[in-house]
C-alpha cells in the first residue's frame, strides 16, 4: 500500500491535517503516517493515527545534538508536555542550523529568533528516506513542516502543501513556484494572491481550509437552531461579539495599540442594541478569562465558553470583531461579518480584502456599519463538498 506522510505543528494546523489523514485511511488506497510536531502529537494520536515524532529518528549518533536540545530546553523556562521530544526537536533543528550556517552564526540566529531560526532540512531528508512516502502533505509553517517540502523537492517525492488563512507571511516561500507541487487554498482571493506572487494557476487549488468542516455538519446546524428556539431568538437579529484583548504594543514590531479599543468597540454595539429593540447581543468571553460588565438587559446575554461555539454561529445572524478568529468561523458558518478597523493587529486579519469581511470599519462607523448588515439574511450554504473531500481528492491526484 502506498503511504503519503502528513506534517504539522500542533493548534489550527494539526486540526487541518486530522480530517484528511482518517478520510484517507478510511478509503484504504494509501497508508497515512503523521509526524505531529510539538503539541500536534495528543492531538494526532486520539484521532487514531500513526504518530511519528523527532524522537523516532534520533540515533546514537545524535548524543552531542540532543545533549544541545537538553541545554536548549532548559532556557525554554516552562513546563513541557514530551520531555524527550523537546530535546529531539530542539537538539536536530539546532544541529542542521550549525551544519548549514556554522557555530557561531547559528547561535547568534538562535539567540534573535529563537525557534523560529530553525529549517531542519537535513532531519527532514533522514525522516523521510525512513517512512518513504508516496507523497508530503504539509500545512504551511515556516520551520519543519517547510522543511518538510524542501526535504521531499530534493529526493523527488510530490508534495502538497495546506494554506490555513491568507498567506501573508508564508508568500515569502510559498510563493516561489517550486514550493511544493500543488498549494490548497482558502477561497479565491488567497488563490491570486498567490498567483499574483508568481504561482501557476494549475498550481493552486481553492479547497477550503478541512479544519473548518466541523463548523456546518447538519447535526451542528440543527443545534444551531434549537439554541434559537430555546433562548427565544425566533425573531430576533443576534449579534455575537466574541471578546478579544488589544496590547499597548505589537509584539514584534513594537508598534503602539490601543488597549481601549475593544471597550470602545463594545460600548459603541451595547449602544446601537439599546435603540434596536428586535436584536439580542451575545458576548462571548474567551477561554479562562472573565466576562466584561455589561447593564442588566434581557437583550445582552453572556455566552461564555460552556456555550458550544458551532450551534451558537449557526444560531448567529452578524458577528462583530476586531480580528478573533471567531469572526472567521462564523462566515464560514454563514453569518455576516462586521470587522472593527484600528487594531495592531489589521494586517495579520485582513478580512475584507479577502472576501470574508462584509464590512470593515472604524470604531466610530460601528452603528452605520450594523445598521447596514443586521437585516441582511445569512449567507447561502450551497457547498455540498467539504474541504476535507477537495483536499483528498488533490492527494488522490498523486496516487
Same mark, same amino acid.
Given at each position: 500500500?502506498?503511504?503519503?506522510?502528513?506534517?504539522?505543528?500542533?493548534?489550527?494546523?494539526?486540526?487541518?491535517?486530522?480530517?484528511?489523514?482518517?478520510?484517507?485511511?478510511?478509503?484504504?488506497?494509501?497508508?497515512?503516517?503523521?509526524?505531529?510536531?510539538?503539541?500536534?502529537?495528543?492531538?494526532?494520536?486520539a484521532a487514531?493515527?500513526?504518530?511519528?515524532?523527532?524522537?523516532?529518528?534520533?540515533?546514537?549518533?545524535?548524543?552531542?545534538?540532543?545533549?544541545?536540545?537538553?541545554?536548549?530546553?532548559?532556557?525554554?523556562?516552562?513546563?513541557?508536555?514530551?520531555?524527550?521530544?523537546?530535546?529531539?526537536?530542539?537538539?536536530?533543528?539546532?544541529?542542521?542550523?550549525?551544519?548549514?550556517?556554522?557555530?557561531?552564526?547559528?547561535?547568534?540566529?538562535?539567540?534573535?529568533?529563537?525557534?523560529?531560526?530553525?529549517?531542519?532540512?537535513?532531519?527532514?531528508?533522514?525522516?523521510?528516506?525512513?517512512?518513504?512516502?508516496?507523497?508530503?502533505?504539509?500545512?504551511?509553517?515556516?520551520?519543519?513542516?517547510?522543511?518538510?517540502?524542501?526535504?521531499?523537492?530534493?529526493?523527488?517525492?510530490?508534495?502538497?502543501?495546506?494554506?490555513?488563512?491568507?498567506?501573508?507571511?508564508?508568500?515569502?516561500?510559498?510563493?516561489?513556484?517550486?514550493?511544493? !507541487? %500543488? =498549494?490548497?487554498? $482558502? @477561497?479565491?482571493? +488567497?488563490?491570486?494572491?498567490?498567483?499574483? #506572487? /508568481?504561482?501557476?494557476?494549475? &498550481? *493552486?487549488?481553492?479547497?477550503?481550509?478541512?479544519?473548518?468542516?466541523?463548523?456546518?455538519?447538519?447535526?451542528?446546524?440543527?443545534?444551531?437552531?434549537?439554541?434559537?428556539?430555546?433562548?427565544?431568538?425566533?425573531?430576533?437579529?443576534?449579534i455575537l461579539?466574541?471578546?478579544?484583548?488589544?496590547?499597548?504594543?505589537?509584539?514584534?514590531?513594537?508598534?503602539?495599540?490601543?488597549?481601549?479599543?475593544?471597550?470602545?468597540?463594545?460600548?459603541?454595539?451595547?449602544?446601537?442594541?439599546?435603540?434596536?429593540?428586535?436584536?439580542?447581543?451575545?458576548?462571548?468571553?474567551?477561554?479562562?478569562?472573565?466576562?466584561?460588565?455589561v447593564p442588566?438587559?434581557?437583550?445582552?446575554?453572556?455566552?461564555?465558553?460552556?456555550?458550544?461555539?458551532?450551534?451558537?454561529?449557526?444560531?448567529? !445572524? %452578524? =458577528?462583530?470583531? $476586531? @480580528?478573533?478568529? +471567531?469572526?472567521?468561523?462564523?462566515?464560514? #458558518? /454563514?453569518?455576516?461579518?462586521? &470587522? *472593527?478597523?484600528?487594531?495592531?493587529?489589521?494586517?495579520?486579519?485582513?478580512?475584507?480584502?479577502?472576501?470574508?469581511?462584509?464590512?470593515?470599519?472604524?470604531?466610530?462607523?460601528?452603528?452605520?456599519?450594523?445598521?447596514?448588515?443586521?437585516?441582511?439574511?445569512?449567507?447561502?450554504?450551497?457547498?455540498?463538498?467539504?474541504?476535507?473531500?477537495?483536499?483528498?481528492?488533490?492527494?488522490?491526484?498523486?496516487?
Amino acid at each position: 500500500m502506498k503511504r503519503v506522510l502528513f506534517v504539522a505543528y500542533g493548534s489550527g494546523h494539526i486540526n487541518m491535517v486530522v480530517p484528511v489523514a482518517k478520510a484517507l485511511a478510511a478509503k484504504g488506497k494509501a497508508a497515512p503516517v503523521v509526524l505531529a510536531l510539538t503539541t500536534a502529537a495528543p492531538v494526532a494520536r486520539a484521532a487514531g493515527l500513526d504518530v511519528r515524532q523527532f524522537k523516532d529518528f534520533a540515533t546514537d549518533a545524535d548524543s552531542a545534538a540532543l545533549a544541545q536540545g537538553q541545554q536548549l530546553m532548559q532556557g525554554l523556562g516552562r513546563p513541557m508536555v514530551d520531555l524527550q521530544e523537546t530535546v529531539a526537536y530542539l537538539g536536530l533543528s539546532m544541529a542542521d542550523l550549525i551544519a548549514c550556517a556554522g557555530l557561531q552564526e547559528a547561535e547568534r540566529a538562535y539567540r534573535q529568533f529563537g525557534r523560529q531560526a530553525f529549517l531542519p532540512v537535513p532531519t527532514m531528508l533522514r525522516i523521510l528516506r525512513q517512512v518513504a512516502p508516496d507523497l508530503v502533505v504539509c500545512t504551511n509553517s515556516p520551520r519543519a513542516e517547510r522543511a518538510a517540502v524542501l526535504a521531499a523537492r530534493q529526493l523527488g517525492i510530490p508534495s502538497i502543501c495546506m494554506v490555513d488563512l491568507f498567506a501573508l507571511d508564508e508568500v515569502k516561500w510559498i510563493g516561489a513556484p517550486d514550493y511544493a !507541487d %500543488l =498549494v490548497c487554498v $482558502l @477561497n479565491d482571493s +488567497v488563490r491570486e494572491f498567490l498567483v499574483a #506572487a /508568481g504561482r501557476a494557476p494549475e &498550481q *493552486v487549488v481553492v479547497t477550503g481550509n478541512p479544519a473548518f468542516d466541523a463548523l456546518n455538519g447538519p447535526e451542528v446546524q440543527a443545534q444551531g437552531q434549537h439554541m434559537r428556539l430555546v433562548q427565544g431568538w425566533g425573531g430576533r437579529r443576534v449579534i455575537l461579539w466574541p471578546t478579544q484583548v488589544e496590547p499597548t504594543q505589537h509584539p514584534f514590531d513594537g508598534r503602539p495599540g490601543d488597549p481601549t479599543l475593544p471597550a470602545r468597540a463594545l460600548d459603541s454595539a451595547l449602544e446601537w442594541v439599546r435603540v434596536r429593540t428586535d436584536t439580542t447581543l451575545c458576548l462571548r468571553a474567551r477561554a479562562g478569562e472573565s466576562p466584561p460588565v455589561v447593564p442588566s438587559d434581557s437583550r445582552i446575554v453572556l455566552t461564555g465558553q460552556d456555550w458550544p461555539l458551532a450551534p451558537l454561529l449557526h444560531a448567529t !445572524d %452578524l =458577528v462583530l470583531t $476586531l @480580528n478573533s478568529t +471567531v469572526g472567521l468561523e462564523g462566515h464560514m #458558518a /454563514g453569518c455576516r461579518l462586521v &470587522q *472593527v478597523l484600528g487594531s495592531v493587529f489589521d494586517d495579520a486579519m485582513p478580512l475584507a480584502r479577502y472576501g470574508i469581511a462584509d464590512a470593515a470599519v472604524p470604531v466610530d462607523s460601528i452603528e452605520q456599519a450594523l445598521d447596514r448588515w443586521i437585516d441582511a439574511p445569512r449567507r447561502a450554504m450551497h457547498e455540498k463538498t467539504t474541504a476535507t473531500q477537495k483536499v483528498l481528492a488533490m492527494v488522490d491526484r498523486f496516487l
